[in-house]
């Protein structure tokens, strides 16, 4: 059994930055992802990325502002926010996932981060 736990999220202003990091507990893990929801709205995914680092992913809405990395020694995996907007404003949440074209979640979720831009 994996266990996720994330860190990292706090309240921002407009246009500042926070890190995000999320580490893996079990075994190691493969593909990793990022997910946030907002309230009143669908969990959806933000970025992912594989073991071997080879493969990133982004939604268009953070692309070019949210870079995912990982340490694989460390089975941590981060998410770098900059130029962060009140949009971005969600709970954050770490996952397993897998690619298959696209990135797909497992079951997998950790407890989530908040995170809270201000205008």
């Known amino acids: 059994q994996v266990q996720l736990v994330e860190s990292g999220g706090g309240l921002v202003q407009a246009g500042g930055s926070l890190r995000l990091s999320c580490k893996a507990s079990?075994?190691?893990?493969?593909?990793m992802g990022w997910f946030r929801q907002a309230p009143g709205k669908e969990r959806e995914f933000v970025a992912g990325?594989?073991?071997?680092?080879?493969?990133?992913s982004y939604a268009d809405s953070v692309k070019d502002r949210f870079t995912i990395s990982r340490d694989n020694a460390k089975n941590t995996v981060w998410l770098q926010m900059n130029s962060l907007k009140p949009e971005d404003t969600a709970v954050y949440y770490c996952?397993?996932?897998?690619?298959?074209?696209?990135?797909?979640?497992?079951?997998?979720w950790g407890q989530g981060t908040q995170v809270t831009v201000s205008s």
């Open positions: 996952n397993l996932g897998y690619y298959s074209g696209s990135y797909y979640p497992r079951d997998s």
């Open positions: 990325i594989t073991y071997s680092r080879t493969m990133t």
């Open positions: 079990g075994r190691t893990v493969s593909v």
